[in-house]
């Protein structure tokens, strides 16, 4: 095209999320211990059909519905990581399985000063790359005119709309002169509506640029 390549960079991410594109490589490690003691210690319950690590994603909504008044700190800190392993594996790192997170997540936020560390923007953007590359070749396999990919798609909805205002919805351009230097900019392409009553994009910024503070506003 006589414009040249465009794609989702780094600087999307950050300007767009608010998440950080420096720091720590999101690695993660095999514990030493099985699954299920692993949930336990680091969540405090565990599924029953708890099987290969992975975990119904309505399994934490259900368990972590909303957290006790009276909870101790341990208790609090258990309730934040079940939030962030549903997030991480509902949203951020989501997969084609419709609804469910391995463990392996969870190792990320048990410790939760070195969570803060982590480049969460960059992962999250190499993820969205792998699995639109495995969908592409997918579809090239099999001649099919579709193919569904995991990792954050919102990420390419608001790349989009960003890029290409022409594309967006109606309300959220209308609603972007409001929020017009809003930070994270991705703010600005949601209803107004959303952004009254604590839109996500905010937890997200404040969980993984704050994961302390985030443990202790819960």
């Given at each position: 095209?006589?414009?040249g390549e465009v794609t989702?960079?780094?600087?999307?991410?950050?300007?767009?999320?608010?998440?950080?594109?420096?720091?720590?490589a999101v690695i993660v490690?095999?514990?030493?211990?099985?699954?299920?003691?692993?949930?336990?210690?680091?969540?405090?319950?565990?599924?029953?059909?708890?099987?290969?690590?992975?975990?119904?994603?309505?399994?934490?909504?259900?368990?972590?519905?909303?957290?006790?008044?009276?909870?101790?700190?341990?208790?609090?800190?258990?309730?934040?990581?079940?939030?962030?392993?549903?997030?991480?594996?509902?949203?951020?790192?989501?997969?084609?399985?419709?609804?469910?997170?391995?463990?392996?997540?969870?190792?990320?936020?048990e410790d939760w000063r070195?969570?803060?560390?982590?480049?969460?923007?960059?992962?999250?953007?190499?993820?969205?790359?792998?699995?639109?590359?495995?969908?592409?070749?997918?579809?090239?396999?099999?001649?099919?005119?579709?193919?569904?990919?995991?990792?954050?798609?919102?990420?390419?909805?608001?790349?989009?709309?960003?890029?290409?205002?022409?594309?967006?919805?109606?309300?959220?351009?209308?609603?972007?002169?409001?929020?017009?230097?809003?930070?994270?900019?991705?703010?600005?392409?949601?209803?107004?509506?959303?952004?009254?009553?604590?839109?996500?994009?905010?937890?997200?910024?404040?969980?993984?640029?704050?994961?302390?503070?985030?443990?202790?506003?819960?």
């Amino acid at each position: 095209m006589p414009f040249g390549e465009v794609t989702i960079t780094l600087e999307d991410v950050a300007t767009l999320t608010g998440l950080a594109i420096n720091g720590d490589a999101v690695i993660v490690d095999i514990p030493d211990e099985d699954w299920s003691a692993m949930c336990l210690r680091l969540l405090g319950q565990a599924p029953t059909d708890l099987g290969g690590g992975v975990i119904r994603i309505t399994w934490l909504g259900d368990t972590f519905d909303e957290l006790p008044l009276s909870a101790s700190p341990e208790t609090t800190e258990q309730y934040a990581r079940a939030y962030a392993l549903s997030l991480m594996g509902g949203v951020l790192f989501s997969d084609r399985s419709g609804g469910s997170v391995h463990l392996q997540y969870l190792l990320l936020v048990e410790d939760w000063r070195r969570a803060g560390r982590f480049a969460w923007g960059a992962a999250v953007l190499s993820y969205l790359y792998r699995e639109m590359g495995r969908s592409a070749l997918q579809m090239t396999a099999s001649s099919s005119l579709g193919g569904d990919f995991g990792g954050w798609a919102a990420l390419l909805m608001l790349w989009t709309w960003e890029r290409f205002p022409h594309t967006s919805p109606l309300h959220a351009v209308t609603g972007a002169q409001i929020t017009q230097d809003a930070v994270p900019r991705g703010i600005r392409w949601l209803p107004a509506q959303t952004r009254q009553h604590g839109d996500q994009f905010y937890l997200y910024k404040l969980w993984f640029d704050e994961c302390t503070t985030f443990v202790v506003s819960i």
